[in-house]
């Protein structure tokens, strides 16, 4: 199975600036995920990230606030920008694997706090 | 993708087994039915994947019955480190989306 290294684990930050987070793959995969998990709540997922096209952003998320890029098949960032409160959360990448791409594996996650 | 009904949460104890039901009544044919754990601070885990009938892993069992409208995960003999919220997926090829999930709790 992938193993997936999410960083940073955590971070706290001051509103209005960014934060970027990495999420590397241990082989080379064509789709990754990024979700968002307020506490208490179920993942939601902000965008699909395919490598050499733009990634696919869900409903309510847009690619100003949370640019993503995919420069290769092991790699992938997230920025959440400008941030405020309200983005306090925590994010995962995530990689489906095997034959049906509901199964996937997951990184650790970042718990980002907004201050 | 198929929307996807399960229990809020559910109490056991130790030892028991314990079975999730997920209603998906909208199941499309290609689609397969997997289901996640997620402990606390953690990402979700795969636990189990199946399309009909039974399937048997080290970790759980799913059953799915005939018309594939619902399915069960089975965790057997559970102990306190299977607290944790268990989430039902169906799809195949599209983005995993997850709903809310069923918190278990086993009690000692």
């Known amino acids: 199975s992938a193993v997936i290294s999410q960083k940073p684990s955590r971070d706290i930050c001051q509103r209005g600036t960014s934060l970027t987070i990495q999420c590397q793959v241990d082989s080379q995969v064509t789709m990754m995920f990024w979700y968002r998990q307020q506490p208490g709540q179920s993942l939601t997922l902000i965008a699909t990230?395919?490598?050499?096209?733009?990634?696919?952003?869900e409903s309510g998320f847009v690619i100003d606030k949370f640019p993503i890029s995919r420069p290769n098949l092991t790699f992938s960032t997230l920025t959440v920008s400008n941030l405020s409160p309200e983005d306090s959360s925590i994010y995962l990448c995530s990689s489906p694997e095997g034959t049906v791409n509901t199964e996937a594996f997951f990184g650790q996650g970042t718990r980002l706090t907004v201050v | 993708l198929a929307k996807t009904t399960q229990p809020i949460s559910m109490d056991s104890y130790e030892g028991q087994e314990v079975n999730i039901t997920c209603s998906h009544n909208?199941?499309?044919?290609?689609?397969?039915i997997t289901w996640y754990q997620q402990f606390p601070s953690q990402g979700p885990r795969f636990i189990i994947q199946g399309y009909k009938t039974k399937v048997t892993n080290e970790v759980a069992s799913l059953f799915i019955p005939a018309d594939r409208k619902s399915s069960t995960l089975s965790l057997p003999r559970v102990s306190l480190s299977d607290t944790a919220v268990y989430y039902c997926l169906v799809g195949r090829d599209d983005k995993i989306i997850f709903g809310k999930g069923t918190r278990l709790h086993i009690l000692p």
């Open positions: 909208n199941i499309a044919t290609n689609d397969y």
């Open positions: 990230a395919n490598q050499g096209s733009e990634a696919t952003y």
